[in-house]
Structure formats: structure tokens, C-alpha cells
């Protein structure tokens, strides 16, 4: 048995404890919590730490099997150029793969993050997953713009999906994005994720380029799929819609679904998820990191806001990234947007992404008979509760 204190509690559900108690079993399973009002009178056998306990992030979009491509790829590309250096260097030794995956788990598992949702288009990382203090929801992504690759894409992604199955890992066959994907290809994952209600993720409004890509089958994109990567797109009609419009039908409304990025996300795409999606089944990951990193903008968060969007933060991968830190994601979007409150910020780093993720049954809230993990930031400006640049993660538990 452990009991923390600290100088607050931030329990994830919005409660926040001035100085309150957590006591967790051997198992880190929280086992009371007492709220003290501020009157800590040192009771024997309590760790007080200065700063702000969290529980344990959870990281909703992760790249693991990129981690090789860290410092690799040049800042500010934009994305079609971006894609284009990811297709040339992904390919390496399985082996050195294998090993930098490692070592990006053990970085997250430095960085307080206890549940992380992840990309996966080879199985190269399941091994490690399935052994790993960290748990993984694995999102098999199938892609294939060409119509007639759709079976094999498809298969493919199957026969992933069996394989992290079997490791025991929770996974879903998911859309890369609605511009790597191709109608026949889309139908095949549409029917898998109903049959299988299983929690789907895509790549969405990353860039311009996307809706330039649907609306008139021309731009950037297009031409990285033509030029670059030889693909004959001949039969791909422009259906004069944004992208979003354009998939939307394909992602089955009442199937758990995370919107990865969404810079370009406006309140008339906001109106058409409410319209055509089941209340509280979508959520939208911000990875502002890798947004700087590829794009150099950001979402207008503030929208988000406004519409009480549920939102969840990822690092994306080492390939947009220095680094897979959810704390350093936290402080880029208080740097950008000062008017969030932190408290804020630690429901998205921690609860919805628990709950997009279903591991809210033991993850996310510091609450009686879950197990978080238990998370330390440090070097906070504690009388206004901000993030400062020195701010740092320590795992307690
Ligand atoms: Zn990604």
C-alpha cells in the first residue's frame, strides 16, 4: 500500500483535490482517496511530492513501427511531400524497426503514458506490444487508392488483424484517410467495423490538399499517387465534396470513431459529424506537434471549444515528432492557446482518450477501483496552474 499527496490532484473526472490523499494497493489499484480541503497535517506513511498528481496519460495516435524515422524527415514539407520521404525511408532493416519501436515504447512508458491507441500497417511492433507495461489498442490500417488492390489491401489488413488477435492485443482494421483509400476498399471496412463494432480511426483534414483531392481529383496528393507512386487513378471520380463529406458514409455512425488531426476542420464539418453520427461516439485527437512538424498551423482548438467537442491528444509518430511526450503536446497547445485551463488539458490527456479507447474501465480517472497509473508534474507554475517550459513528467506508479 502507497499514499500519495501533492500540492493538487487532478483527478481526470474534473475534480481537482487541494492536497487530497490517494492510497493505491501493491497493484496500483486506488483504493481511497481523501479530500483533505487543503489541511495536509502529515499523517504518517504519505509521500508528498511538490507539484500536480494526473493519473496516467493515454496517448490516442501513436506510429510505433516509425520510430526509425526519427530526425529523418525535414520539418514544414507540407503533407504530400511529407508522404512522399515516410514511403521512400519507411522501408529499413526489420531489425533496427524492431529495436528503435522499443525503445519509442520505452519513451512513452517514461513519459506517464499508460494506454496508447497505434497505427500499425505491418506487424512488425505486435510482439512488443503484447509484452509491453503499456496497453495498445492497435489500429490495423488498411490503404489502397486503387480500386482494383482492394482485395489485397484488404486482406492484408485481415490477416494483421488474426495475428494481433491471437497475441491477445485489442485491434480494429481502420482507413488510413479518406485519400488513400479506394470506394471498394472503404465498403470492405465499413462492413468489417459493423460486424465487429470495433473503434475505428482515420487520418482527417491534415491538409488542404485532401478536399482538392475530392473535389476535383487534381492537387498534390493526386499527383504524389500519379507521379510518385505510379498509381493509375483513372478510375477515381471526383465527387466535388470535401473529404470528409466524401467518406462519411463509410464510417458506420454508432462504431466508436477518433478524427485524427482535423487543421482544417470548420463549423460546417462539425455540423455534418453531429448531423450524421451517433451523439458522444466521435472524438477528435489533436497531435499539435506533428501538425507544426509536417503543416506548420494548427486546428482552431477554439472551435472545438465552442462546440464541446470531445477531444484527446496523440504524438503521432517519430516521423512528425522530436519526441512521444503528451506533456510536451499539453504545453504546445497552452503555448498557442493560453485562454485553455489546464484542468483542461489533463481530461484530454488522460479520461477521453480512456474512454475513445474503451480502457475507461480501468484507465483515464484517478477513481476508487481503477488502476491509472499514477503521473507527477513538476516544475508548474503552481499559483496560476500553468505549464512552464521546465514542466516535466515522473511516473509515480
Ligand atoms: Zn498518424
Keep these: 500500500m ?3 499527496s501533492a500540492h493538487y490532484i487532478f483527478t481526470g473526472t474534473g475534480r481537482i483535490l487541494n492536497k487530497g490523499i490517494i492510497s493505491l494497493t501493491d497493484e496500483g489499484v486506488i483504493s481511497e482517496i481523501v479530500d483533505t480541503n487543503g489541511e495536509l497535517n502529515e499523517p504518517a506513511g504519505v509521500e508528498f511530492y511538490s507539484g500536480i498528481i494526473t493519473p496516467g496519460f493515454v496517448n490516442a495516435h501513436c506510429h510505433l513501427e516509425l520510430s526509425h524515422l526519427r530526425d529523418k524527415i525535414p520539418e514544414h ?136 483531392f475530392y473535389r476535383f481529383a ?21 465527387t466535388g465534396r470535401s473529404a470528409l463529406e466524401s467518406v462519411i458514409d463509410w464510417l458506420p455512425a454508432a462504431n466508436k470513431l477518433l478524427l485524427v488531426h482535423n487543421i482544417q476542420t470548420l463549423q460546417k464539418d462539425i455540423d455534418l459529424i453531429i448531423q ?18 509536417i503543416e506548420n498551423r494548427l486546428p482552431d482548438i477554439d472551435l472545438f471549444l465552442k462546440n464541446n467537442l470531445k477531444i484527446c491528444l496523440g504524438t503521432d509518430g ?37 474512454e475513445a479507447l474503451s480502457m475507461n474501465d480501468w484507465g483515464g480517472t484517478i477513481e476508487i477501483g481503477k488502476r491509472p497509473g499514477i ?8 499559483q496560476h496552474l500553468r505549464l ?10
Design 375 to 382: 503521473n507527477l508534474i513538476t516544475g508548474m507554475d503552481l
Design 218 to 238: 487534381s492537387g498534390n496528393i493526386f499527383q504524389h499517387f500519379t507521379e510518385n507512386l505510379k498509381l493509375d487513378l483513372s478510375s477515381f471520380l471526383p
Design 2 to 4: 502507497r499514499k500519495f
Design 276 to 293: 450524421t453520427r451517433s451523439p458522444g461516439q466521435t472524438w477528435f485527437v489533436l497531435c499539435p506537434r506533428s501538425n507544426l512538424f
Design 77 to 212: 514539407l507540407g503533407l504530400p511531400s511529407f508522404l512522399k520521404i515516410v514511403n521512400e525511408q519507411r522501408i529499413s532493416d526489420p531489425l533496427n524497426v524492431e529495436r528503435d519501436a522499443l525503445n519509442g515504447d520505452s519513451e512513452l512508458w517514461r513519459n506517464g503514458v499508460v494506454a496508447v491507441g497505434d497505427i500499425s500497417n505491418t506487424n512488425v511492433t505486435f510482439p512488443l506490444k503484447s509484452k509491453s507495461k503499456i496497453v495498445y489498442h492497435t489500429f490495423v490500417e488498411a490503404l489502397g487508392i486503387s480500386s482494383n488492390r482492394a482485395e489485397r489491401a484488404f486482406t492484408l489488413a485481415a490477416n494483421y488483424y488474426a495475428e494481433a488477435r491471437k497475441l491477445g492485443l485489442p485491434v480494429s482494421i481502420v482507413p488510413h484517410s479518406p485519400y488513400a483509400v479506394s470506394n471498394e476498399l472503404f465498403n470492405k471496412i465499413s462492413g468489417f467495423a459493423s460486424e465487429n463494432n470495433s473503434i475505428l480511426s482515420m487520418h482527417s483534414q491534415e491538409s488542404p490538399d485532401e478536399d482538392i
Design 318 to 354: 517519430l516521423s512528425s515528432n522530436r519526441n512521444l511526450s503528451v506533456l510536451e503536446e499539453m504545453k504546445t497547445i497552452q503555448t498557442h492557446f493560453p485562454g485553455i485551463p489546464f484542468s483542461e488539458l489533463v481530461i484530454w490527456a488522460t479520461r477521453n482518450g480512456a
Design 388 to 397: 512552464q517550459p521546465q514542466s516535466k513528467v515522473k511516473r509515480l506508479m
